[in-house]
Nanobody, 124 residues
Framework: QVQLVESGGGLVEPGGSLRLSCAISRRTFSRYTMAWFRQTPGKERDIVSA????????YYSDSVKGRFTISRDNGKNTVYLQMNSLKPEDTGVYYCAAENYYSDLEKPEGYTYWGQGTQVTVSS
């Protein structure tokens, strides 16, 4: 069973930064495409960012391009989402997702494994 554990959420003022982390309980982490999704009440989960298993490909939604950076550390079985210049519209529950050798980075239906989510609130 693959388990994902997110951390790093919290309350931050507009313009501030947060770094989310997602640790996976598998030593074969290097085989997994990893992604971050965001969900707000009454809406579906939307892709925020994703990174391929090799790290050679990344995806960012238009709303976060230039502000967020996804990265992975295969030695620590962890993926990160550095979020800068945060805006109130970035508020939501952020979910980490993983799938073995998945190519369609931005499509949620292909991810089998999901974390429990971490709340990010951007407010003054």
């Amino acid at each position: 069973q693959v388990q994902l554990v997110e951390s790093g959420g919290g309350l931050v003022e507009p313009g501030g930064s947060l770094r989310l982390s997602c640790a996976i309980s598998r030593r074969t982490f290097s085989r997994y495409t990893m992604a971050w999704f965001r969900q707000t009440p009454g809406k579906e989960r939307d892709i925020v960012s994703a990174i391929s298993w090799s790290g050679s490909r990344t995806y960012y939604s238009d709303s976060v391009k230039g502000r967020f950076t996804i990265s992975r550390d295969n030695g620590k079985n962890t993926v990160y989402l550095q979020m800068n210049s945060l805006k109130p519209e970035d508020t939501g529950v952020y979910y980490c997702a993983a799938e073995n050798y998945y190519s369609d980075l931005e499509k949620p239906e292909g991810y089998t494994y999901w974390g429990q989510g971490t709340q990010v609130t951007v407010s003054s």
